[in-house]
């Protein structure tokens, strides 16, 4: 019954971000005419050939009938063509994601778990100097956007001391194979994955050391520590238990904000995932495009606190518990 309303709820918000992915495209300014072929192309093409054009795109359409052919697409499992790349939005996506995915995956995985184990560790020792100067330079870090900590770290590593790339996500026309090819990406993916990392962690930081440090003085800690468990044992299997639901809460929410930071800091990097892909669709109003690139992200974040609800009654039976009492309630 909890999954079955969950599912049901989360196709609803799957809908609503459907048309907000729909509409706000066609809000922009400017005609994807002109984004595409220029103010030259009105000199020189026949009128014919521009009603032809906008009837071919579907732009002498009215927003209804868009709306409707759109979600007679998704049905389909069609996300339609690109105006500007001239081919299935599906075939151009598929070009770009894997980076995105390398890049957000690398990321959302590092910022997790070092964000966990560092609120761990601090809330263990509230109060202690390690306590004071990890929270000051998280701190520090994480009130600067993602793309202010890129572009330090561009101005630093890629320019005064050259240890990495400028940008990009593989040498061009390197002619590199194998393990060199793994190593080269790895350069490439340094810096971008460094500058979210550090800007994305001081959330789940936070998180954990605040449920650490307030959990100190539970009974379960006092039992655990009367019996003669290992302070680390202590630390990472009892204290670490309960601080784990809250934490993977902060995963599911993390998402969401960490693919707005991920689409700033592929520009600043000039790294070709779904941010280099976005920014291409906007400046030439590729309403299929756009709605692609949106649905997708929508789709993603959707299906991740999804399963992080369904996790919950894992990481922490109480909840199943409370879930059942509600359901009986009713």
């Given at each position: 019954m909890r999954?079955?309303?969950?599912?049901?709820?989360?196709?609803?918000?799957?809908?609503?971000?459907?048309?907000?992915g729909f509409v706000l495209p066609r809000l922009l300014p400017g005609d994807p005419f002109l984004a595409i072929y220029g103010?030259?192309?009105l000199l020189q093409m026949t009128p014919e050939l521009k009603a032809e054009i906008y009837r071919r795109f579907a732009l002498d359409q009215s927003w209804a009938e868009q709306f409707s052919a759109y979600i007679g697409s998704l049905l389909q499992a069609d996300l339609g063509w690109s105006y500007f790349f001239n081919a299935p939005v599906v075939k151009v996506m598929v070009g770009f994601l894997p980076w995105t995915i390398l890049l957000a995956g690398a990321s959302l995985l590092l910022s997790s778990v070092g964000g966990f184990v560092l609120g761990l560790e601090s809330g263990s020792r509230k109060g202690s100097r390690w306590d004071k100067g990890l929270f000051a330079g998280l701190m520090l870090i994480g009130g600067v956007p993602d793309f202010f900590v890129g572009a330090l770290l561009?101005?630093?590593f890629a320019v005064s001391w050259p240890l990495f790339p400028l940008g990009g996500a593989v040498t061009v026309y390197g002619g590199l194979s194998g393990l060199a090819w793994g190593l080269d990406v790895l350069r490439h993916l340094m810096l971008p994955l460094a500058s979210l990392v550090l800007a994305r962690m001081t959330t789940m930081y936070l998180l954990c050391r605040n449920s650490a440090a307030g959990l100190l003085r539970a009974p379960f800690?006092?039992?655990?520590?009367?019996?003669?468990?290992?302070?680390?044992a202590i630390r990472y299997r009892h204290l670490g238990r309960s601080v784990l639901l809250p934490a993977a809460t902060s995963t599911g929410l993390h998402l969401s904000?960490?693919?707005?930071?991920?689409?700033?800091?592929?520009?600043?990097?000039?790294?070709?995932?779904?941010?280099?892909?976005?920014?291409?669709?906007?400046a030439a109003r590729d309403y299929p495009l756009l709605q692609g690139i949106l649905l997708l992200s929508s789709v993603t974040v959707l299906v991740v606190n999804f399963l992080a609800e369904l996790l919950y009654p894992i990481l922490d039976p109480r909840v199943k518990?409370?879930?059942i009492s509600n359901t009986e309630k009713g």
């Open positions: 999954v079955s309303k969950l599912l049901a709820d989360y196709l609803i918000a799957l809908f609503i971000l459907c048309s907000l103010e030259e192309a561009l101005l630093s800690l006092r039992t655990a520590r009367s019996k003669g468990c290992d302070e680390s904000h960490l693919f707005a930071g991920i689409l700033m800091i592929e520009v600043v990097f000039g790294y070709p995932g779904m941010g280099t892909l976005l920014q291409r669709a906007l518990t409370v879930c």
